[in-house]
């Protein structure tokens, strides 16, 4: 008849089977899975260039960030600064009775 397992020992045999198998499985898994999009990562070499093209379009969208933000903030003076005048002027008309 067989030996029943302990619930501690069966714990113990599924976590090593995990630890030994599921990392394996998911290495594998991701790098289908980045071959499906055009990343191979199948050795160090293309890994490092990968992050390295990933770093250099980090960097690229950053920059164009900055520029939007900074042509946003001189439309939006402009904006303010264009309507601020046209108060100015129509408080400056008024003030002298023209209309």
């Keep these: 008849m067989p030996e ?3 619930r501690e020992d069966l714990k113990a045999i599924v976590e090593e089977v995990v630890r030994a198998v599921v990392p394996g499985i998911v290495r594998e ?6 071959e499906l ?3 191979d990562a199948t050795d160090a070499s293309t890994r ?9 379009n980090r960097r690229l969208r950053q920059a164009w ?11 939006l003076v402009a904006a303010l ?3 601020g005048g046209l108060v100015a002027l129509g408080l400056w008309l008024q003030a002298k009775g023209l209309k």
């Design 4 to 6: 029943s397992v302990s």
């Design 29 to 34: 898994a991701m790098r289908d899975e980045l």
């Design 37 to 39: 999009v055009g990343i």
């Design 48 to 56: 490092i260039e990968t992050r390295k093209d990933f770093e250099f």
């Design 65 to 75: 960030d900055g520029a939007a933000r900074k042509v946003g903030n001189v439309v």
């Design 81 to 83: 600064g264009g309507g």
